[in-house]
């Protein structure tokens, strides 16, 4: 039996004329580490408050384990929150915070000083009872919400953006600690952020929100390469999008024609003719010296720009049917010198090159026109 | 996560004092000023019923008032005091605010506690202080004959407008600069700096920049001191005990305690009461054309 | 000689150099709001520094200084404070007024700020208007309409220390108000959810949590009903029934143009040294509470602006 199980049905909330959360279904199994990602506004942030109690749904179900908590106040769900800014109440010590909720559930003396010191002890900040929440670091006062809220063994634990005020190296550091505490403890972490890079490393699976929808649902792996709407595509990572029309369509592969170049994608089970879009990732697309063997999938271009960025370069290619496309290139010491007009070959391999529908979930930006510097800064 | 019916019930003792020992006392003055005066024994008797109202006495107190009644000086005068006090408190406060909120550095944390410290010395005291130095033989005169300004002490306290109005800029002046340096504080280093950049020269970044931002510390710190202003009688009572600085909130005094024609009084006192209505809607009004031009938050 | 001329003074070193590049110094202190402030200070000040000290003057004069001494306070037999009754009962009765309107006013202000604050369904803003009205309205105004409502309508209330515990309370209710919104601002709805999250009842949210929370602002508050109350002077006046029922600002208002007594000048400082213990109490304790907590700006300031009305 898995513990841990959030059902989301239809679930909706309004605000005023505004529907921040439009008839969602989500199904988590119990024991993972699930993302909600998505820019601001998407609906995660209301979602979350919605499992946790804190907003009441304007309509749907939110089956944990089994019952429908929708309507069940925040203080009588199995569930905990980490928020954002940790709420650490600050007129008690360390001690009393994380004791908390083992007092409103009137447990023994004995056992509360106890499981305090166990818990302490899985955020490793034993000897820190005494302490107020002004004397601690960012990165102790999450650890401290941590523990306050899984001494309960709640069957579900709830984080609002708990990095989001610390510096990018913490960050990266309690990602990874994060992440083995989940593994460690077992349950099921609900996870929000609208750092696609965070979701992606920590995540068994994520759900990808726009404009209060769920876009995408998958593991990071297929939600990063293979986006089913144009908004996913564009919202992780950069895409490189181009305009191109649909010759023929099949579950193996697809045949599209943008410009007078015909190119062959992925096959996909959309009934779809007409407009469409192709998208690839940039690592993916490979850069041959000009004039090097032709075959499929190859359109010739120049160079238009190189960004340095230590580990790798950008390369954004205006491709002979107009479009800049940004490649990205390991520095391995290449033969290839990208100067601005080198020009080159570029192969986008069949099984990288994806169809999507045009007009389905629209991207705030195609970011295939003007590339991003940062590929980590998503949408 | 609360009950819904949680907040007005907690809201609910506080509204009821107010409505039964603010509002309905508000209407109790209605009632008398619009009521009748019993003539064997003098006294008021308020009508409760809205539609029974009698006029006459508002009328009465509105003839006295117009140009040509036995008020209009008093009116006049009370207008003039209030005025001339804000321009004044507001020619020596706004250096003052703008000081501490801009340049003050090190010294501002006891610059403000110097400012704010007149908020909490009782009024009384305060005029007290200046009654003792206007004396006769107080220090002031002294003084002015000791540097030979005068050569025989002056009577300050005898009837003097500007006495009264001398007083009125001592004794409300923190009241205006507490707001105004509140304003002045929230006004962002950097876009002073921004217009310095572009060009412009101190007193013109101070004209065309900090200036217009702090309008809403401005109109609120003046709504602040002249609504208050213009009931005061005890100051010109204190300062001077002639009937020739007497303002409007000294003839209602007069009324309830001189006379007593209560009716009279209230009647007055529901004119001042419409008065500063209109004045308080000006200001809101202006304070909302002010934070929407700026985005400022507001006063009040 | 033409070296010398020819020579340029060294930037900074001369007193004309220096002054000349003091005035055009772009980002100078003008000198002259120093001046300002300062003389702005002295003159707010000075004038009750002179009248405390004729509180403590030998002589029967407010004007004319003697020497040294507490007559006025308590060694003069008749006169004194200590001996004269007036001056003694004033005290006793702004003490009675003041502990009495912390003791009305504050509970009921903090339930309607904490209402008032999270309250948004109907009659909430009329409720709001209701409450701020009381801070604009000129207190003759108030004090016109009470005198009225007890003689005319509650006249099971005569003027008295009853009718000024009223009229107090009624002007104090919205001081409160407007202290602790401030703060509940700035807390937030943060830690009562965390405390429902860990299992707290929404009763136990806001009495062990929330309220625990607002405790300096409660005791700002209640330092700030106290020193308007004991300032006082027009609802006192106006409620009052002579005799026993004056309080200190009353006293001072009518011995000041009769009585040329330093005793009214002991009286006055007395009461402002108490009340200014008082508010320093409250200050400190706010800022005791809110130290660490991550508002900008200090606490002089925090606590200045929450009276911005």
Redesign the interface.
């Known amino acids: 039996m898995a513990r841990g199980e959030i059902e989301l049905t239809k679930l909706t909330k309004e605000f005023a004329e505004v529907r921040a959360v439009d008839a969602i279904d989500l199904h988590v199994p119990g024991g993972e580490f699930f993302s909600l990602l998505g820019p601001s506004g998407c609906g995660k942030t209301t979602t979350l408050r919605m499992i ?3 907003e009441r749904p304007t309509s749907g179900q939110i089956v944990l384990d089994g019952t429908d908590v929708a309507y069940t ?4 769900r199995n ?3 980490v ?1 954002q ?1 940790y ?5 008690l010590n360390v001690y009393d915070n994380i004791a ?2 083992l007092k ?2 009137k447990r023994p003396k004995a056992e509360i000083r106890d499981r305090v010191g166990k818990a302490l002890e899985l955020v490793q900040l034993s000897g820190y009872e005494r302490r ?1 929440s ?2 601690l670091s960012g990165g102790q006062q999450q650890r401290v919400a941590l523990a ?2 899984l001494i ?1 063994n709640p069957a579900v634990l709830l984080l609002d953006e708990p990095l989001g005020a610390l510096d990018a190296k913490l960050r990266k550091t309690l990602q990874i600690e994060l992440k083995a505490l989940q593994q460690e403890v077992g349950i099921t972490f609900l996870y929000v952020t609208h750092d696609q890079e965070e979701a992606l490393t920590m995540s068994d699976r994520l759900a990808v929100m726009n404009a209060g929808k769920v876009e995408q649902v998958g593991n990071p792996r297929d939600v990063y390469e293979d986006p089913e709407t144009l908004f996913v595509a564009d919202f992780l990572g950069v895409s490189n999008l181009m305009a191109a029309q649909i010759v023929s369509t099949s579950t193996s592969a697809c045949k599209v024609a943008v410009d007078g170049y015909e190119l062959e994608t992925r096959g996909t089970d959309l009934d779809v003719t007409g407009e469409a879009k192709i998208v690839i990732r940039p690592e993916r697309i490979e850069l041959e010296p000009h004039g090097s063997q032709s075959g499929p999938n190859r359109i010739p271009g120049m160079v238009e720009r190189v960004v340095y960025i230590g580990s790798a370069m950008q390369v954004i290619v205006r491709a002979a049917t107009g479009e800049s496309l940004q490649a990205l290139v390991q520095n391995t010491g290449s033969a290839i010198p990208y100067e601005q007009g080198t020009p080159l070959q570029l192969h986008l391999p069949v099984d990288a090159l994806r169809l999507l529908p045009s007009g389905i979930g629209d991207a705030p930006s195609l970011k295939g026109e003007e590339p991003d510097p940062e590929p980590a800064a998503a949408g | 996560m609360y009950r819904r019916w949680l907040w007005p019930s907690l809201s609910f003792p506080g509204v009821l004092w107010l409505i039964v020992l603010f509002v309905v006392p508000f209407y109790a003055v209605l009632a008398v000023s619009l009521g009748t005066v019993d003539p064997i024994l003098f006294q008021p008797v308020p009508i409760w019923n809205p539609l029974e109202w009698n006029v006459g006495w508002l009328q009465e107190a509105l003839q006295r008032l117009a140009p040509g009644g036995i008020w209009f000086d008093v009116g006049i005068r009370t207008i003039v005091y209030v005025a001339l006090s804000l321009v004044l408190c507001l020619l020596i406060g706004y250096p003052v605010a703008y000081y501490t909120a801009r340049h003050a550095g090190r010294w501002k944390g006891l610059i403000l506690i110097l400012i704010i410290l007149p908020l909490w010395i009782s009024y009384m005291m305060r005029m007290l202080a200046w009654v003792n130095l206007l004396q006769a033989d107080g220090y002031i005169n002294r003084f002015l004959m000791f540097t030979h300004v005068l050569s025989q002490p002056r009577d300050w306290l005898g009837g003097s407008s500007s006495t009264v109005i001398f007083a009125l800029v001592y004794g409300y002046i923190p009241y205006l600069i507490l707001p105004l340096f509140a304003s002045l504080d929230r006004i962002e280093r950097s876009h002073v700096e921004a217009a310095r950049d572009l060009g412009a020269s101190p007193w013109s970044a101070f004209r065309t920049v900090t200036l217009p931002l702090s309008k809403t510390g401005i109109l609120g710190g003046a709504v602040l001191i002249t609504l208050p202003m213009f009931g005061d009688y005890y100051t010109p009572n204190i300062v001077s005990m002639s009937p020739k600085t007497s303002m409007i909130g000294n003839q209602i005094d007069l009324y309830f305690h001189g006379g007593p024609q209560p009716t009279l009084g209230a009647a007055l006192t529901i004119i001042l009461a419409v008065f500063l209505t209109f004045l308080m809607a000006y200001y809101m009004w202006s304070i909302h054309r002010a934070q929407r031009d700026v985005g400022a938050v507001g006063a009040l | 000689m033409t070296t010398v001329a020819e020579q340029r003074p060294a930037a900074g070193f001369s007193t004309s150099a220096r002054l000349r590049g003091w005035l055009r110094n772009p980002w100078g202190k003008p000198r002259f709001l120093v001046l300002i402030t300062w003389a702005y200070i002295l003159w707010s000040i000075v004038p009750v520094l002179i009248a405390v000290q004729f509180s403590f003057n030998e002589a029967r004069s407010r004007t004319v200084w003697d020497s040294f001494s507490t007559r006025w306070y308590w060694g003069d037999p008749v006169d004194s404070v200590w001996h004269d009754p007036t001056l003694r009962h004033a005290l006793v009765q702004t003490f009675k007024l003041a502990g009495a309107d912390v003791l009305i006013a504050v509970p009921i202000g903090v339930l309607l700020a904490l209402g008032l604050a999270r309250w948004h369904g109907r009659g909430s803003a009329a409720s709001n208007f209701i409450m701020l009205f009381p801070l604009v309205t000129p207190e003759i105004v108030m004090g016109v309409s009470l005198l009225l409502v007890f003689s005319e309508l509650f006249t099971f209330i005569h003027t008295g220390t009853t009718a000024q515990i009223l009229g107090h309370v009624t002007f104090s209710i919205s001081f409160v108000v407007v202290i602790v919104r401030g703060r509940l601002f700035s807390i937030g709805r943060q830690y009562e959810e965390a405390a429902a999250d860990l299992g707290a009842s929404p009763f136990v949210a806001l009495t062990r949590v929330l309220l625990p929370l607002l405790t300096p602002a409660i005791v700002a508050a209640a330092a700030v009903v106290f020193a308007i109350s004991a300032d006082d002077f027009v609802i006192s006046q106006w409620l009052s029934r002579g005799g026993d029922t004056d309080t200190v600002p009353i006293r001072i208002y009518s011995a000041t143009r009769a009585a040329p007594l330093p005793s009214v000048n002991a009286i006055a400082t007395i009461m402002m040294v108490i009340t200014l213990l008082i508010v320093t109490l409250g200050f400190l304790t706010w800022r005791a509470f809110t130290r660490g907590e991550s508002k900008a700006g200090t606490a002089a300031e925090d606590f200045g602006t929450a009276f911005r009305l």
Do not use: C, E, I, W
């Not at chain 1, 106040?73 to 009588?76: D, I, K, S, T, Y």
């Not at chain 1, 709420?87 to 007129?91: D, G, T, V």
């Open positions: 946790a109690g804190f106040p925040p203080h009588q569930v905990n929150t928020f800014n709420a650490l109440f600050p007129h908390f909720g409103r559930a107020k002004s004397q306050r809220a309960l």
